[in-house]
Nanobody, 122 residues
């Protein structure tokens, strides 16, 4: 019942920037804990890109920590990923994930977005 809606992906040249957004859309959300971004390129496993806790603690993969920034707006139930100095190896489908508790559920669970394509050209 909790849905994550992503936006902001697209085509960009190397060195450019993109800003991804992910909003939890539901009238049945009791609380949201950790939120994060993952990515998966063809033929590769899904990997963690960045996470942010409800208290604002950030964790980023070594490959992106100097170029990406993760943030969240709790009032809007939205997590962002600002991607700067993009490289071709950043090309992948990016998935939003949040750990949330629904009003009808006593257990926090993981919810995933549908994925948004990011393609970086040389």
């Amino acid at each position: 019942q909790v849905q994550l809606v992503e936006s902001g992906g697209g085509l960009v040249q190397a060195g450019g920037s993109l800003r991804l957004s992910c909003t939890a859309s539901s009238g049945s959300i009791f609380s949201i804990n950790d939120m994060g971004w993952y990515r998966q390129a063809p033929g590769k496993q899904r990997e963690l890109v960045a996470t942010i806790t409800s208290g604002g603690t950030r964790n980023l993969a070594d490959s992106v920590k100097d170029r990406f920034t993760i943030s969240r707006d709790n009032a809007k139930k939205t997590v962002y990923l600002q991607m700067n100095s993009l490289k071709p190896e950043d090309s992948a489908v990016y998935y939003c994930k949040c750990k949330a508790r629904a009003t009808y559920d006593s257990t926090p669970r993981d919810y995933w977005g549908q994925g948004t394509q990011v393609t970086v050209s040389s």
